[in-house]
């Protein structure tokens, strides 16, 4: 014992005048998880660590000792080069092995460098022995937590000179992992003070090789939390003084596990109206989640994903409170159709956390089509190209379903959904446009749609229609029901699905005082978190100088295409009860008429084949028009 810890003072001793310094010793342990001694050493051994940590601090290096856990992850593949040059550099081929102050623990008085002789006894030994340095270390997150700044100064307490490389290392350690399945075979599951990463690599930072006493030298690190560190709230970091020509450490620090920053400001939802012009003015909504008042922060908006202008915050924004701000506003550009809006918001606090907002969608109004409108959510778009959902939440709002469709036609499956049977948010209101529409002419124009709705119990959810004539300046409300008036079926306290065809209604909604105008028409859906609602075939037309797509009278026919979509041909059935002439006319989604033919239908099904070789590739409305009806279907051509 005697001759072991001379040895240290003189190895110690080496190159050094005179150490004035109190040692913090660091402990190495070459642990493993497939590694059943270490398994059975490590409680006892943590627990000497602890009772000593302001005499030593540790960095336990996951080898692959007996074998690798697996070859995919665990907590030595995670870290395996780092591993690996470490347990070369001390020749280390046993687990669970231990290195104190980069010497064998036999230096120090143990009978074998088994990692279990770490005892109190010995870590009086090694930390008795003074250093010519001291170490001070100060980190701080970056903006976003994903990297810690280490700010270290090295300082000499002695005239020091060494002839060999001096190396200043830097370990990322994590203090706890704890696993609810073992990560390897020896059962082990909670580990401490790992190590996980080097910075800026293993081999260190170069340090002078003279010293003379006060002189100092100070260096910064980035250091990047790797994406396989479990909590970044047990990150800390070991720094110590290695003299490269025998090992020695000559000092040792750590700078312990922080706690993550409060990301206090939350962005809640945006709303943004339809414009017909290049601009918007959106209006968000903000809370404060944290439990101090904020200040300052700063919204960047982002409209199809390009930033504008930023819009400064300041104010008074108590812990718990919400706030509504009107930005500043912001360039959309001029093409027509559904847009998306989001934004940022950065505190202004040493951190500079951010928040990103859901995206919402908006309309730009700058094209009104002339051709009629006519969907009945056959294509998986949704919405459908030139329609805009409006959901300011992001939360359940109106989508496509292929579950069920008008009159539960299993042939024609594919209608809209809102759903109201899971948005508990009483009060959410979502929004449906159609395509901006060009009613010019002289008739009254007709919106027609089928409907299927239950309650759950005695809930108000409520749909209304509003159109619009200046761009969304003002609105008038043409359709409006709730409750029991909108509900088409019997109540029922499970998930409602429209399947049957007694569960469907058709509405017709005459537009009138709309003639000859651009409009703007809306679904509105308000939600009282009752059951689900379904739409399908809406149908908006101006009767003069365009066919009406009004849905024709269940009593009077009922036409189908097949096949469909065609490519040179397509067959055109229509059962109707009674003898009566009609027009059967194709049109594109210019509205313009390309097939016109005069039908006689008898009592019974009816078929008229229908030539399409020279149809354009595309969408087009089959109308059947009577002197009483008229009635439509969608027919793509795709050759």
Not at 110 to 137: D, K, R
Not at 596 to 609: C, E, R, V, Y
Request: net charge neutral.
């Amino acid at each position: 014992m005697k001759k072991n810890l001379l040895l240290a003072t003189l190895i110690f001793a080496g190159v050094t005048a005179f150490g004035q310094t109190t040692r913090l010793s660091l402990f190495e342990e070459f642990t493993g998880e497939t590694c059943p001694p270490c398994a059975s050493t490590n409680p006892g051994l943590n627990a000497t660590l602890t009772a000593n940590a302001s005499k030593v601090i540790a960095i336990k290096w996951q080898v692959p000792i007996p074998s690798a856990p697996t070859t995919t992850w665990s907590l030595y593949q995670t870290n395996s080069a780092d591993i690996n040059t470490r347990t070369s550099y001390y020749t280390v081929n046993s687990a669970p092995q231990g290195r104190m102050d980069g010497q064998a623990l036999t230096v120090f008085g143990a009978s074998s460098n088994h990692a279990v002789n770490t005892s109190p006894g010995l870590i009086n030994t090694a930390q008795a022995i003074t250093s010519p340095f001291s170490i001070t270390m100060a980190r701080a997150w970056d903006a976003t937590c994903s990297s810690v700044n280490l700010t270290i100064t090295v300082q000499a307490s002695a005239n020091f000179t060494t002839a060999s490389a001096l190396n200043f290392r830097t370990v990322m350690v994590e203090r706890l992992i704890q696993f609810s399945v073992q990560p390897g075979t020896n059962g082990e599951k909670n580990f401490e003070d790992a190590g996980i990463k080097s910075f800026p690599t293993l081999g260190g930072y170069a340090l002078a090789n003279a010293w003379v006493v006060g002189q100092s030298q100070t260096f910064t690190l980035n250091c990047a939390i790797p994406a396989y560190t479990r909590k970044k709230e047990e990150i800390a970091f070991v720094g110590f003084i290695q003299n490269e020509a025998n090992k020695n450490v000559l000092q040792a620090a750590r700078v312990d596990k922080v706690a993550l920053p409060l990301e206090a400001l939350t962005a809640l939802d945006a709303k943004v109206n339809v414009t017909c012009s290049s601009t918007i003015s959106p209006v968000i909504t903000i809370k404060n989640n944290g439990t101090t008042p904020i200040t300052s922060f700063t919204v960047t908006p982002y409209t199809d994903g390009i930033a504008g202008t930023t819009t400064p915050w300041l104010g008074n924004l108590a812990a718990g409170a919400s706030t509504t701000l009107i930005l500043n506003t912001t360039s959309t550009g001029t093409v027509s159709g559904a847009h998306t809006f989001s934004y940022t918001l950065v505190m202004n606090s040493s951190y500079n956390f951010f928040n990103v907002s859901n995206k919402v969608n908006y309309l730009v109004a700058t094209n009104y089509q002339a051709a009629p409108v006519f969907e009945d959510f056959a294509f998986a778009t949704f919405p459908p190209v030139n329609w805009t959902r409006v959901n300011s939440n992001n939360g359940p709002s109106f989508s496509r379903v292929v579950n069920t469709g008008s009159y539960g036609n299993s042939a024609d499956f594919g209608a809209i959904k809102f759903d109201f049977f899971t948005n508990s948010v009483i009060g959410d209101v979502d929004e449906l446009y159609l395509p901006p529409m060009d009613l010019s002419g002289s008739g009254v124009p007709t919106l027609a749609f089928d409907l299927a709705k239950a309650q759950r119990l005695n809930e108000n959810d409520q749909l209304d229609i509003l159109v619009s004539t200046n761009c969304g300046a003002t609105w008038t409300n043409v359709y409006s029901k709730a409750g029991s008036i909108l509900a088409t079926s019997a109540a029922a306290t499970t998930s409602f699905n429209a399947l049957q065809t007694q569960d469907w209604i058709t509405e017709n909604i005459a537009l009138t005082g709309f003639a000859s105008s651009s409009v703007l028409v809306k679904f509105v859906a308000t939600n009282d978190y009752g059951n689900n609602m379904f739409i399908d075939n809406v149908n908006l037309s101006q009767p003069n100088p365009f066919v009406g797509l009004a849905k024709i009278s269940r009593d009077d026919a009922n036409i189908s295409i097949f096949p469909n979509p065609a490519t040179n041909e397509t067959t055109l059935k229509i059962k109707s009860d009674n003898s009566v002439n009609s027009n059967v006319k194709v049109m594109n989604t210019l509205g313009q008429i390309v097939y016109t033919k005069q039908i006689s239908l008898n009592p019974g099904t009816n078929n008229f084949k229908i030539d399409t070789k020279e149809f354009a590739n595309g969408v087009y409305f089959l109308v059947v028009e009577s002197e009483k009806n008229s009635t439509s279907k969608k027919l793509v051509i795709s050759k």
